[in-house]
């Protein structure tokens, strides 16, 4: 990234600079790629199930799961510049945290489970933010990757080795989750709900994101030391979207555990922690849909993949995923989202605008 | 009682003394201006003022409370705002962004969530990127300036800050003849709010915006005073005379 201008302008800037200040804002950065995109694959990931046979819509719950647990690294890594590599700790906790709740309490409610899994997720990530983020200080980037990576190896190897948990097994057959008096398992309804609840995070997300706080955040991002000399609280703001984003990879553990039956140790450990960096880095950090993108084609790309090139396949996939972070370090989102779209513009709407007028 | 007050601050780095006793007292609405030759200390003592270094020795005082061992966000919310001598604008953000940023930044949480201080910032940050003429420009990323330009934006975020002293480290550095007019010209007005320390090594640039200067030498101060009673300084002119 050059932050050193180079004086000579192409001419579209010459143009762009004869424009009065106010036509320029009511052209501004209005994002024109992104709705369409999110709009198609919204469009496509409502119709699958219809289009798809019964095993495949199984698996895209799983990949909708996962997607959602990918938001949750992107909106850490790719808004806020925290490099969390022990996000499985937040997605397995809540995920044993319910499969306990349902074991020991039979408790398999929705309105239970999804909000204690959620829960749990944020209050551990509150809890680890304490420790790694909340000095006087800022901390580094590799003291906070080291620390989330230890957290999720020790959580991984403390469940291998306790009896309550279930040990290596993990905790098998867990009861279905249930809406009132119908039990949800696996198959186009349980695909509907993790898709209304992405979707509804997702938004959420969004919403949050392309606020004020979103932008403080891309300072963050960009350069934290300059953005606390305006007054930040530099640590605060980094505490507040790890714990949200540990919330939402628990709400994501929670569904997890749910849709597969059991809860077993890689849930919690360095596995899934680094998968999901994959995922955001192949799709595109710093978008939400790149984290979708990411891990739809790289989870499709492993199904396809291990039904056609049994033994090789995760040579290929590895390779493509090199080739991917080689030639397209920003991702596959990069393909079609331009530099000013990707990182988003914060100014007022219209409305707002119009509102400020005297 | 004067806004800005250092007394006898000293800076060591292992066996290196930057700064030996040095001091430095800024009066309201007053623009002061900081020279030496290279090494002098005179970014070392930017920096103590700043936060950015904890002096050895020594205490600083901004609008009567000791704020030595405050970090720079707590210096900042006390009314101290930095300009870095290298420029660091957000470059992938918008100027518009870049601006809005600064004049944010005491906005509660909840209200910048929800974004409710949006549209009534609007009307600032248009009016700063009009006074720093940069409003042409105002939705370009900020890499796309050119490098005074990248200057103009960083002391209008500065600003933004609404501070009652402003640190201004080498703000020409790098500039053409003409844009270091210009910035003269800038700065002029925020005068009517603000205070203004600057280390600058032109210093023409220093003379013609400054009420009062202290030249440093090796880490102790040599002169202080108006900017007549410093060019009528016979030990000043040594220093700069032994440099060329």
Known sequence: MSSTGTGIQ???????????????????????VLPILELALLIAASIAPL????????????????????LSFDLVWGYAGILSLGQSLFFGMAGYGVALLSRDFGVGSIFAVLPAGTLIGFVAALLLAGFLLLGRHPSSVVFVSLGTLTGAYAADRLARGSHYLGGQNGIPSIQPMTIGSHELSEGPGFYY????????????????????????????????????????????????????????????????????????????????????????????SGTLIGAVIGTAIVEGLSFWLSDNYRDIWPIILGVLLLLVILFRPLGLISLVLGERERVGSFGPSLKEKRNAAP | MPLLEAAGISKVFGKLTALDGAALTVGEREFHGLIGPNGSGKSTLMKCLAGALVPTRGKVTFINTDVTSFTPPERARAGMSLKFQITAVLPTLTLYDNILLALQARSSLLDLAFSRTRGRLHEEVMTMLLQFRLADRAFDAAATLSHGQQQWLEIAMALACRPRLLLL?????????????????????????????????????????????????QGKVLASGTVAEIQANRSVQEIYLRRA
């Open chain 1, 193 to 284: 709900l993790v898709l209304a609840i992405l979707v509804l995070i997702y938004l959420l997300s969004r919403f949050l994101l392309r606020s004020q706080f979103g932008l403080a955040l891309a300072g963050l991002r960009e350069n934290e030391q300059r953005i606390a000399f305006f007054g930040y609280k530099v640590q605060h703001l980094k505490a507040i979207i790890f714990a949200i984003s540990g919330a939402i990879a628990g709400t994501a553990g929670s569904l997890y555990a749910f849709h597969e039956g059991f809860v077993w140790t890689n849930m919690l450990g360095v596995v899934m922690s680094t998968q999901v960096v994959l995922y955001v880095l192949f799709g595109g």
């Open chain 2, 169 to 217: 480290d080498e703000p020409t550095g790098g500039m053409s003849l003409e844009e270091r007019r210009v910035t003269g010209e800038l700065l002029q007005p925020i005068k009517q709010h603000c205070s203004l320390v600057i280390v600058e090594h032109d210093l023409d640039f220093i003379r013609d915006i400054c009420d009062r200067l202290t030249v440093l030498d």
């Open chain 1, 51 to 70: 289009l798809l046979r019964d095993y495949i819509t199984v698996y895209a719950t799983r990949v909708l799961i996962l997607c959602l647990f990918a």
């Open chain 1, 10 to 32: 192409p001419p579209s800037r010459v143009i762009e600079a004869a424009r009065s200040p106010v036509m320029a804002s009511a052209f501004a950065g209005r994002t024109k």
